[in-house]
């Protein structure tokens, strides 16, 4: 029986009891261990907000242990998980998504049918999405990840290969590429992944109206993906290229805007006020057209499509700039 082990980092957001309770509830051989990666920055957290969640493991409370990171990131956190781990197999776990009722009998049969040369095993992600009106912006966001390849909301990987390749890239700081940075890494190694059959359930978690413009801050990341594998990572990650381009265009022109107006070359200035107003409204039509256009909706993708082409811009070039001399990781041969 293939013996495995289960790592999940937290910042002990209120989805992390039910992820604890479904594992603790899936049929099939059970984790030989549990690491509970506490990734919190405070560093006098309160005493009883992570006893309280472990309550719902029962049994296997007695393989879990916990260990703190003080908030380096889910890239950090993933690599003191793996520190902690004896097992040749390492499941990682988000502290947001519910394993299937035979989750750890799928996991196991996925790993037995794992070849010598595969690296990890990828879980099935399912999104659910309201079935009374059409999903918001930010759900369709979320049920994208039923279609993102290596993500680790359910990853299983062989803790040799992570060791050989040096596991996580801890230059990325968000949950965000840090998965296809690694991914890459492996298969650049000879190692193979592949999809195993497992299911596990990613709820929609409820967020700000400005969550959609937070996520901009990844397109720092993005640079880091480009200095760090090549222009064409795109394509090697299979990851879709968004709208960055466009971004950058209405940014350019929303600024030429202002500038030629302060300068008084008034028709430029509406030119290029025309060339803004063009551009921010298909990016909003796009996201309000397949949503469910209540007027909060309507409110809240019209005001963030305002504001995010200017953010991701600014994002890009300063990640750009941050790691302009990052050296790339060396090469491993296997």
């Known amino acids: 029986m293939t013996s495995y082990a289960v790592v999940v980092p937290t910042l002990l957001r209120d989805t992390l009891a039910d992820c604890l309770a479904a594992l603790?509830?899936?049929?099939?051989?059970?984790?030989?261990?549990?690491?509970?990666?506490?990734?919190?920055?405070?560093?006098?957290?309160?005493?009883?907000?992570?006893?309280?969640?472990?309550?719902?493991?029962?049994?296997?409370?007695?393989?879990?242990?916990?260990?703190?990171?003080?908030?380096?990131?889910?890239?950090?956190?993933?690599?003191?998980?793996?520190?902690?781990?004896?097992?040749?197999?390492?499941?990682?776990?988000?502290?947001?998504?519910?394993?299937?009722?035979?989750?750890?009998?799928?996991?196991?049969?996925?790993?037995?049918?794992?070849?010598?040369?595969?690296?990890?095993?990828?879980?099935?992600?399912?999104?659910?999405?309201?079935?009374?009106?059409?999903?918001?912006?930010?759900?369709?966001?979320?049920?994208?990840?039923?279609r993102a390849r290596w993500i680790t909301a359910d990853m299983a990987y062989r803790t040799e290969a992570l060791r050989q390749v040096g596991g996580f890239d801890e230059r990325f700081p968000r949950a965000f590429r840090e998965d296809a940075d690694l991914a890459l890494r492996l298969l650049d190694a000879g190692w193979r992944i592949r999809k195993g059959r497992r299911t596990t359930l990613h709820p929609v978690r409820s967020a700000s109206r400005w969550a959609s413009v937070g996520q901009q801050r990844g397109n720092a990341d993005d640079a880091l993906m480009r200095r760090l594998h090549g222009p064409d990572w795109w394509d090697k990650a299979v990851a879709p290229r968004g709208r960055i381009r466009r971004h950058a265009a209405i940014t350019a022109a929303g600024a030429a805007a202002c500038a030629l107006a302060a300068a008084g070359h008034r028709r430029a200035a509406t030119a290029c006020a025309l060339g803004w107003a063009a551009g921010t409204a298909e990016f909003a039509r796009a996201r309000i057209v397949p949503?469910?256009?209540?007027?909060?909706?309507?409110?809240?993708?019209?005001?963030?499509?305002?504001?995010?082409?200017?953010?991701?811009?600014?994002?890009?070039?300063?990640?750009?700039?941050r790691h302009r001399n990052a050296p790339a990781w060396q090469e491993v041969t296997r």
């Open 24 to 146: 603790a509830a899936a049929h099939g051989p059970r984790p030989d261990e549990i690491v509970l990666v506490d990734d919190r920055p405070d560093p006098d957290p309160p005493p009883d907000a992570l006893a309280h969640a472990l309550t719902v493991l029962g049994d296997l409370r007695e393989r879990t242990t916990t260990v703190a990171t003080g908030g380096r990131g889910p890239a950090a956190a993933r690599n003191t998980g793996l520190r902690a781990v004896t097992t040749p197999w390492v499941a990682f776990l988000d502290d947001d998504v519910q394993v299937g009722p035979h989750w750890c009998a799928q996991l196991v049969r996925d790993l037995e049918e794992a070849t010598s040369d595969t690296a990890g095993v990828q879980g099935v992600i399912t999104v659910p999405l309201p079935g009374e009106r059409r999903p918001t912006d930010w759900e369709r966001g979320t049920a994208g990840l039923t």
């Open 291 to 321: 949503g469910p256009r209540t007027r909060d909706e309507v409110t809240t993708v019209l005001a963030s499509s305002v504001v995010i082409p200017p953010a991701a811009t600014w994002h890009r070039l300063a990640g750009a700039w």
